[in-house]
């Protein structure tokens, strides 16, 4: 695609790779075929080509209105788009710069303003969140239908005693998923351990600074990912850590992006680097460990395994690419895993999605939920604590954190 991009942004970072992403593309379209924006709504500037086409125009200099805002805000970053795309196209990055400078430019409603800061404060304060997860749990019994299914029961995570082993991953906790659903970091570590693998945490735990990206508060989500990077460091220096983690695959895919999101900052910009290229998604480990001794399945192996439907989370299979790489696991272990149809596309949980685009994400809901439920499994497992809690509060079947299910 043809770009005239201003001088001075052509001299920032940001600028080059808007305009090699831009370049990339081919027009071709192909990309709107996987779009489930553009499969609800069938509007050409609700997919992947139309958002491109007008974060080059404001580029290129157009001044961006509410309407240019709110199609970017309909994008769930789910990524399938680059899954599909034949040109390899960078969109998820694309989005990232289109979405600052229209956010820049253009002011949001003031009910939207406060929508979104009222949610960055609920999720980043651990003590208010955790108070207001009570309450909602002890009162849950008498609330309704949909308002019960969204809140977890209270989790009392598996005993386990940690053994050192020489090789060590930095398990990061991450901000909501230890009040919400605390025995799934405790099966990771029981996991990684019956593969002679330690976990260390860091003492203090925070967002990963994917909340306040989603949230168009980025100065806040960089001065997280900066803040991460400090803590996180001198422990992998000091313990010769192998691999930075998390459990949830949304967290896990913002950690691969501080490369990207912190390129332009001389202070940070190579220790992010580092700290991207050493995450690796729980997945990862795990099946780099088994290919490396294959004896080890019997540690993990199940008699008389369930019926499993396994829903990969965007941020896994498109974000960070990783196809296929849970499911041939919980086979070898002994799970009866049926497919799903349409499993490339997304569930609607999608950060704080499901909370801003409520009527296309409850769609998008209904549509993996029905494609899940012709599986008939007795429990549907996947990657991300975000998708989880979304589908768990459109069904009665159990819905679990893969690692969970090993332990
Ligand atoms: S992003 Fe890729 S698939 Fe989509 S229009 Fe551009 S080149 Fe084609
Ligand atoms: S990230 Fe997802 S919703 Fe956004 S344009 Fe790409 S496919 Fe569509």
Redesign the pocket.
């Given at each position: 695609m043809k770009t005239e991009l201003p001088e001075d942004f052509l001299e920032t970072h940001e600028g080059r790779a808007a305009n090699r992403i831009l370049r990339s593309?081919?027009?071709?379209?192909?990309?709107n075929a996987t779009c489930p924006t553009y499969q609800l709504l069938g509007d050409e500037l609700d997919g992947?080509?139309g958002r491109?086409y007008l974060i080059k125009q404001v580029l290129e200099g157009e001044t961006p209105g509410r309407k240019t805002q709110q199609h970017l805000d309909r994008c769930l970053t789910c990524r399938n788009?680059e899954s599909?795309?034949?040109?390899g196209?960078h969109?998820g990055e694309l989005l990232n710069i289109g979405r600052s400078i229209v956010n820049k430019k253009v002011k949001r409603p003031l009910k939207q303003r406060l929508l979104h800061l009222g949610l960055r404060k609920l999720f980043l304060s651990k003590a208010t969140f955790s108070t207001l997860l009570k309450a909602g749990q002890t009162l849950r019994p008498l609330l309704p239908g949909t308002l019960k299914k969204s809140i977890p029961q209270p989790q009392q995570p598996p005993a386990f005693i940690p053994r050192m082993h020489e090789h060590k991953v930095l398990l990061v906790a991450g901000c909501v998923q230890p009040a919400l659903q605390p025995a799934i970091d405790t099966a990771a570590k029981i996991v990684f351990d019956k593969l002679n693998i330690e976990c260390l945490e860091p003492t203090a735990t925070s967002c990963c600074g994917a909340l306040s990206h989603h949230l168009n508060a980025e100065e806040e989500a960089l001065a997280i990912m900066r803040a991460n990077i400090d803590r996180w460091l001198p422990l992998v220096e000091k313990h010769k850590i192998q691999a930075i983690t998390m459990t949830a695959s949304g967290c896990g895919v913002a950690i691969r992006d501080y490369a990207q999101l912190l390129a332009s900052d001389p202070g940070y910009a190579d220790r992010a680097k580092t700290v991207s290229e050493l995450y690796k998604d729980p997945a990862e480990i795990v099946s780099e460990a088994l290919r490396a001794d294959r004896s080890l399945y019997k540690q993990l192996k199940k008699d008389n395994a369930e019926t499993i439907a396994f829903h990969p989370p965007c941020t896994l299979q498109h974000g960070m690419q990783l196809k296929r790489v849970v499911e041939p696991i919980l086979e070898n272990c002994g799970f009866n895993l049926k497919s799903i149809k349409d499993s490339h596309l997304c569930c609607g949980s999608a950060g704080t999605y499901s909370i801003t685009q409520k009527t296309l994400s409850q769609q998008l809901l209904r549509n993996k939920l029905d494609n899940i439920g012709q599986a008939e499994p007795a429990i549907i497992a996947t990657a991300n604590i975000g998708c989880q809690l979304h589908l768990q509060s459109g069904t009665d079947t159990p819905v679990r954190h893969w690692l969970e299910l090993l332990c």
């Amino acid at each position: 695609m043809k770009t005239e991009l201003p001088e001075d942004f052509l001299e920032t970072h940001e600028g080059r790779a808007a305009n090699r992403i831009l370049r990339s593309c081919v027009h071709c379209g192909f990309c709107n075929a996987t779009c489930p924006t553009y499969q609800l709504l069938g509007d050409e500037l609700d997919g992947p080509r139309g958002r491109i086409y007008l974060i080059k125009q404001v580029l290129e200099g157009e001044t961006p209105g509410r309407k240019t805002q709110q199609h970017l805000d309909r994008c769930l970053t789910c990524r399938n788009c680059e899954s599909t795309c034949p040109s390899g196209v960078h969109y998820g990055e694309l989005l990232n710069i289109g979405r600052s400078i229209v956010n820049k430019k253009v002011k949001r409603p003031l009910k939207q303003r406060l929508l979104h800061l009222g949610l960055r404060k609920l999720f980043l304060s651990k003590a208010t969140f955790s108070t207001l997860l009570k309450a909602g749990q002890t009162l849950r019994p008498l609330l309704p239908g949909t308002l019960k299914k969204s809140i977890p029961q209270p989790q009392q995570p598996p005993a386990f005693i940690p053994r050192m082993h020489e090789h060590k991953v930095l398990l990061v906790a991450g901000c909501v998923q230890p009040a919400l659903q605390p025995a799934i970091d405790t099966a990771a570590k029981i996991v990684f351990d019956k593969l002679n693998i330690e976990c260390l945490e860091p003492t203090a735990t925070s967002c990963c600074g994917a909340l306040s990206h989603h949230l168009n508060a980025e100065e806040e989500a960089l001065a997280i990912m900066r803040a991460n990077i400090d803590r996180w460091l001198p422990l992998v220096e000091k313990h010769k850590i192998q691999a930075i983690t998390m459990t949830a695959s949304g967290c896990g895919v913002a950690i691969r992006d501080y490369a990207q999101l912190l390129a332009s900052d001389p202070g940070y910009a190579d220790r992010a680097k580092t700290v991207s290229e050493l995450y690796k998604d729980p997945a990862e480990i795990v099946s780099e460990a088994l290919r490396a001794d294959r004896s080890l399945y019997k540690q993990l192996k199940k008699d008389n395994a369930e019926t499993i439907a396994f829903h990969p989370p965007c941020t896994l299979q498109h974000g960070m690419q990783l196809k296929r790489v849970v499911e041939p696991i919980l086979e070898n272990c002994g799970f009866n895993l049926k497919s799903i149809k349409d499993s490339h596309l997304c569930c609607g949980s999608a950060g704080t999605y499901s909370i801003t685009q409520k009527t296309l994400s409850q769609q998008l809901l209904r549509n993996k939920l029905d494609n899940i439920g012709q599986a008939e499994p007795a429990i549907i497992a996947t990657a991300n604590i975000g998708c989880q809690l979304h589908l768990q509060s459109g069904t009665d079947t159990p819905v679990r954190h893969w690692l969970e299910l090993l332990c």
